[in-house]
């Protein structure tokens, strides 16, 4: 694994790492924030996933979750949102391929090679930053925006027991039945919507749920509104008695303007999981 940089952070340390993935079969850059407390032991973990174009560094410099994170005593990861490269399949359009890999295994040609983000963020690099620093695995969180809300809430409903809690930011909530999900999970894992199911989180909501709070924020004005389809995982969460919270909030937008001012209450919801606070 090679340092790409470290800075002094809300005295703990925001570094950015690259590392041969067995998953991805690339290299793949990832951003890690230690707070202060990872001095003295291990300390817990909170998953920020990320959005359609983005690489790790989008919310490690936008989102101001660090201040956050060294207040309760928690690192944050901050994965990159696909394979990425030269010898890596992409496409023109900006919501396929690189920089959109939607948290899946792919099974389809030409992605499968290099798109498995889910064994990536649920196998590989957990295993990578137990063994480099000061991480508790026993003791994860997760959150994310859009695509990466999106990945959340799936990968908390999938990996029962993994997460204590789940939010998720703006989360394209029905991939399968949006054109943010439609064409992605049918190039990823083909034509067949019953597979899609396991990376849907509001069929995954309607049918089994999370063992845990969750807690979703929507800007009202959002742009993509009509992507997202946020009411329906609103109406899941109600017919399921799931425990958490979805909150429209007014005024608000897509844009990490709206991420960072709900950051704050993310973080502590996440501390308040684990019984940091
Ligand atoms: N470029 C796309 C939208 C992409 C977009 O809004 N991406 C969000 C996540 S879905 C994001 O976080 N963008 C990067 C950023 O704001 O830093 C479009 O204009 O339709």
């Given amino acids: 694994m090679q340092t790409l940089s470290e800075n002094r952070c809300f ?14 079969e690339c290299d793949m850059t990832f951003g890690l924030y230690l707070p202060p407390q990872a001095a003295l032991g291990p300390v817990p973990i909170l998953w ?3 959005g359609l174009t983005c690489t ?22 901050f994965p990159d949102t696909s394979p990425r490269g030269d010898g890596v399949t992409d496409d023109e359009a900006y919501d396929l391929g690189q920089g ?8 389809q040609e030409p992605w499968a090679p ?23 695995a026993a003791r994860q969180t997760i959150t994310g925006h859009s695509m990466g809300g999106h990945g959340a809430l799936t990968l908390a409903m999938g990996l029962p027991g993994r997460f204590a809690s789940a939010s998720a930011f703006a989360p394209i909530a029905n991939p399968s039945a949006s054109d943010w999900g439609r064409k992605q999970l049918a190039a990823y894992l083909g034509p067949d919507e019953s597979v899609w199911a396991d990376h849907d989180s509001t069929i995954l909501m309607r ?30 969460m109600a ?9 429209m909030q007014k005024g608000y937008d897509h844009s990490y303007f709206f991420v960072s001012s709900f950051m704050g209450d993310h973080v502590a919801f996440h501390a308040r999981a684990l019984g940091l606070s």
């Fill in 207 to 236: 049918t089994k749920g999370f063992d845990g709070p969750v807690l979703v924020d929507q800007g009202s004005e959002d742009q993509f509104l009509d992507l997202l389809k946020p009411q329906v995982l609103a109406e899941a």
């Fill in 100 to 107: 959109a890999g939607f948290y899946v295994n792919a099974t």
């Fill in 114 to 136: 290099n798109f498995s983000m889910w064994d990536y963020v649920a196998n590989e690099l957990p295993l990578l930053l137990e063994a480099h620093f000061p991480v508790d």
């Fill in 56 to 77: 790790h560094e989008n919310a490690m410099v936008k989102a101001g979750v660090q201040a956050h994170a060294a207040a309760h005593g928690m690192a944050v990861v």
């Fill in 11 to 24: 005295g703990g340390m925001q570094g950015v790492y690259k590392h041969g993935s067995n998953a991805c």
């Fill in 48 to 50: 920020y996933l990320s």
């Fill in 239 to 247: 017919a399921r008695r799931q425990e958490g919270s979805f909150r």
